[in-house]
T-cell receptor, first 118, second 109 residues
Framework: DTGVSQNPRHKITKRGQNVTFRCDPI?????LYWYRQTLGQGPEFLTY????????KSRLLSDRFSAERPKGSFSTLEIQRTEQGDSAMYLC????????????????FGPGTRLTVT | AQRVTQPEKLLSVFKGAPVELKCNYS??????LFWYVQYSRQRLQLLLR??SRESIKGFTADLNKGETSFHLKKPFAQEEDSAMYYC???????????FGSGTKLNVKP
């Protein structure tokens, strides 16, 4: 296991098309997060999973965005009817959350998928 | 509303000089604070977390609840410290993270 991986690394699409990104977390990690990062900004939280359950979604996430983690392993993020404002870096991160081990908490990030909507 | 503010977009210092990257936050509960670093062409990685009170690569950060700050400090900057630094906040159960907009640290020889 070489860490969190994301595919594709780059995606160029035309406005109105649907796109899907994949994230493969570190294998034993129970948490998986999706973020969006635009130029000059820090990562912006989109959603997270505890195993296969999606427990929180940002209010900024429109209905065009959907994420799944069907077997508690890899996750997909789909954007329907893309808009130019969706152009950004989409980051995935995973972590292992254990009771009484908060001081060791660490989130591991993937390399990101850069989306360009033309 | 929860917010993390990093007032400096760019901080330039000479090698050997002290460095302080500022982070202020607003949060209604008891926050968990982190510093993340992104070196050129590398992915984002954890630098340090306030809960473990550690020093990593000579960096330290103290949570000041009165001033709602979590500034990152290093007494003697090195050229290899040049990177983007992000301050981040979450709750005790690590569910939703809020990141600042980042500070680019440039350490000049």
């Amino acid at each position: 296991d070489t860490g969190v991986s994301q595919n594709p690394r780059h995606k160029i699409t035309k406005r109105g098309q649907n796109v899907t990104f994949r994230c493969d977390p570190i294998s034993e990690h129970n948490r998986l997060y999706w973020y969006r990062q635009t130029l000059g900004q820090g990562p912006e939280f989109l959603t997270y999973f505890q195993n296969e359950a999606q427990l929180e979604k940002s209010r900024l996430l429109s209905d065009r965005f959907s994420a799944e983690r069907p077997k508690g392993s890899f996750s997909t993020l789909e954007i329907q009817r893309t808009e130019q404002g969706d152009s950004a870096m989409y980051l995935c991160a995973s972590s292992l959350v254990l009771r009484d081990r908060n001081s060791e908490y660490e989130q591991y990030f993937g390399p990101g998928t850069r989306l360009t909507v033309t | 509303a929860q917010r993390v503010t990093q007032p400096e977009k760019l901080l330039s210092v000479f090698k050997g000089a002290p460095v302080e990257l500022k982070c202020n936050y607003s949060y209604s509960g008891s926050p968990e604070l982190f510093w993340y670093v992104q070196y050129s062409r590398q992915r984002l990685q954890l630098l340090l977390r306030h809960i473990s009170r550690e020093s990593i690569k000579g960096f330290t950060a103290d949570l000041n609840k009165g001033e709602t700050s979590f500034h990152l400090k290093k007494p003697f900057a090195q050229e290899e410290d040049s990177a983007m630094y992000y301050c981040a906040l979450t709750r005790y159960n690590f569910n939703k993270f809020y990141f600042g907009s980042g500070t680019k640290l440039n350490v000049k020889p």
